[in-house]
């Protein structure tokens, strides 16, 4: 027996046909669909995803515009940049591409992003909202990460799920998601005693500690659900190439779990079509 | 061998001397320190609380300054209150008292305040500030809840802490605050199976399920910390009058526990203080 791999490409595509659907319908509406990104000159990362960014929004229908601010920017240009999108009614998606320059408070930033224009969830409000059940953008990572659990069918309420690692851009969020989809929820970090009890428990296990191969397959119950959300590079001993591995040992792994979201092509893949599902989402509500 | 008790009116008061030197400190430099709140007329158990608050304020030196909203006001008249709040420099914390008049928004009018003025800590921007480990006011309940265990020494970087209920008001930003504080978190609710195994290995165990009688002597650890935090109101069988009793059942537990915060007089009057506290702080920071 081995685990079912849970495709995040495959997901995501279908997430993306049904958005195609929605937008279609959108724009017949004469409502405009669009995502407006601040990017930071020469930020290679950056105008590297946005340039994809640009041709997956496209393809959509989804109008994309990037508004640059200078590599020398600072605290208060970038909060100009915010505030005159926030203001703009034809408006209604902001992401603002990290890093900003040297010296802008990027915390400053996200949040003062308008609370309903917030598509990648980064306002400290939007969370907050998950938190106290409120309707809010949830973070695209953690909104992914549950996509990818809830593909297998699982009834969340009284699951006992365990999230390995509590950082603030995965493991918090995603136990916020999780309180309210009313499972048992188990947060560990790498002051926890005895990690392995507690994976051991977990109807599903999501790993997000950036540690490679920390998940092994006696590390958790037969036949749950094991969701790697970890981003590792890492050179291959065998070839000497740089590779990106999770947080998962998949070899032992995969003949225990039910299910296992890997990396690459899990979670990943899934991100991207939550940030065009929040897109679409505040166009709707606008 | 039984628990100690924790005496939340004693650790109460002790927070309020501090502040008391503080406050003293502060109206020296001709700093106001300073609480508004909006209150909607007609409304019984805010007026006492308004009342009992007023006190309280007027012996520590805190200024306190009611803004009554008429008991038909709607949306627009008190978000008007709270705007006008906001934008005042001279107010530096703000309260508002629930109920508001029947058809405001209460979720609306909470999450207009301004942050950094929002001494309750119900604007979800805070709570979200809290799970994304920024400088936040946290809501006071938690707060209260996080100082009664802290009260007892122990290392909560990979203490095992068991939730008992996932609400809104103490669960769920109990659980923000615990990660914050680098605990193993283990947030439970009413569809959680097997409870008992959960609390069984707490080292600290809180209870908000608004359950008399929930949490016995058997489903905890032996010299585990335990906090109530149910607030129920019951007709005491021999002598038929009402009073307040929390979820734990207390002459079970307490020859376990290490140390019990119990209802009344636990994490009740901390949580008054720590409105205080927060109300201290923002003045401090203004």
New interface residues.
Partial sequence: MTATLIDGRALAATVKETLAVRIGELLAEKCSVRLDVVLADHNPAGSVYARNQAKMCEELGIEYRVHPVACDADDHTVLGVVSMLNSDPDVTAIMVHLPLPAGVDT?RVQ?AIA?EKDVEGV???????V????R?LAPCTALATMRMIESTGIEL??A?VVCVG?S?IV???V??LL?EA????????I???NLAE?TRRGDVVITAAGVPGLLTGDMIKPRSIVIDVGINRITDADTGKKRTVGDVDVESVLPVASHLSPVPGGVGPMTVAMLLRNTVATADAG
Same sequence: chains 1, 2.
């Fill in positions: 915390h949040a609370v306002n400290p409000a939007n969370i907050g909202g938190l106290y059940g409120r809010a309420a009284g006992e509590a603030t493991g918090r969020p136990a916020a309180m009313k499972a048992t929820v188990v947060s560990t970090n002051h926890t005693v507690h």
